[in-house]
T-cell receptor, first 112, second 117 residues
Framework: KNQVEQSPQSLIILEGKNCTLQ??????????LRWYKQDTGRGPVSLTI?????NTKSNGRYTATLDADTKQSSLHITASQLSDSASYIC???????????FGTGTLLAVQP | GAVVSQHPSRVICKSGTSVKIECRSL??????MFWYRQFPKKSLMLMAT?????????EQGVEKDKFLINHASLTLSTLTVTSAHPEDSSFYIC????FGSGANVLTFGAGSRLTVL
C-alpha cells in the first residue's frame, strides 16, 4: 500500500470551474508536504510546501490545506484554466529515511 | 528562481548502446542531485542520490553498474544508461536543491524520455 494516496485518479472539469484534489498519507515522521504540478512530458513544478504547523497555503489560484492530525491534505484550484490540465502530485518529505515520497498523482483535464 | 536543465529531452537508441543524460543547475550550486524514473501514469521513483565528488547512493533494486552516475562538479550530474534494453525505456528526471535560497524547494529538470528500440 502506498504511503501517499491521492484521489481521484483522474478528473475532468469545465473551464472556469473549481475543483479539489485529495491526498491522504501514512508517512511518519513527517517533515513537510508538497504539491507539484507536472505537465505531460515535463518535470514537476512546485506549487506549495507546508510544514506540520501550517494549515493552509496559497499560490495564486491554488490553495493547499493540511490536517496533520488526520494526515490529509487537499489542493483546491479556483477558476480553472485550460493550462491547469496536468498531473498534480502530493509529495511527503519524511519517513524513516527522510526522503521524498511521491503520491501517484491526480490527472486533471480542463475542457473548454 | 532556481533552474535545472536536462539534456537531451528525448533520445532514441538501439538496444545494447549506452546513453548519457545530463542534469545541470543553471544558477545555483548543487552538492546533491537526485535521479528519478517515471513510467506512464506512475509515481516518480527515486533511483539514486548523486553527491558531488563522491559515489552516488543507489536505492534498493537499482543496478549501479547499469545506471552510472557521475557528479563531477557542483553544477553537473550525469546519468549513463549502459547497454540499454527496451525495458529501460522510461522518463528520467533529475532534481536539485538550492540550499542558498533558504526556501527548501526541490527543483526538477524537464525530464528526458528514453526509448530503446
Amino acid at each position: 500500500k502506498n504511503q501517499v494516496e491521492q484521489s481521484p485518479q483522474s478528473l475532468i472539469i469545465l473551464e472556469g470551474k473549481n475543483c479539489t484534489l485529495q491526498c491522504n498519507y501514512t508517512v511518519s515522521p513527517f517533515s513537510n508536504l508538497r504539491w507539484y504540478k507536472q505537465d505531460t512530458g515535463r518535470g514537476p513544478v512546485s506549487l506549495t510546501i507546508m510544514t506540520f504547523s501550517e494549515n493552509t497555503k496559497s499560490n495564486g489560484r491554488y490553495t493547499a490545506t493540511l490536517d496533520a492530525d488526520t494526515k490529509q491534505s487537499s489542493l483546491h484550484i479556483t477558476a480553472s484554466q485550460l493550462s491547469d490540465s496536468a498531473s498534480y502530485i502530493c509529495v511527503i518529505y519524511g519517513g524513516a529515511t527522510n526522503k521524498l515520497i511521491f503520491g501517484t498523482g491526480t490527472l486533471l483535464a480542463v475542457q473548454p | 528562481g532556481a533552474v535545472v536543465s536536462q539534456h537531451p529531452s528525448r533520445v532514441i537508441c538501439k538496444s545494447g548502446t549506452s546513453v548519457k543524460i545530463e542534469c545541470r543547475s543553471l544558477d545555483f550550486q548543487a552538492t546533491t542531485m537526485f535521479w528519478y524514473r517515471q513510467f506512464p501514469k506512475k509515481s516518480l521513483m527515486l533511483m539514486a542520490t548523486s553527491n558531488e565528488g563522491s559515489k552516488a547512493t543507489y536505492e534498493q533494486g537499482v543496478e549501479k553498474d547499469k545506471f552510472l552516475i557521475n557528479h563531477a562538479s557542483l553544477t553537473l550530474s550525469t546519468l549513463t544508461v549502459t547497454s540499454a534494453h527496451p525495458e529501460d525505456s522510461s522518463f528520467y528526471i533529475c532534481s536539485a536543491r538550492d540550499f542558498g535560497s533558504g526556501a527548501n524547494v526541490l527543483t526538477f529538470g524537464a525530464g528526458s524520455r528514453l526509448t530503446v528500440l
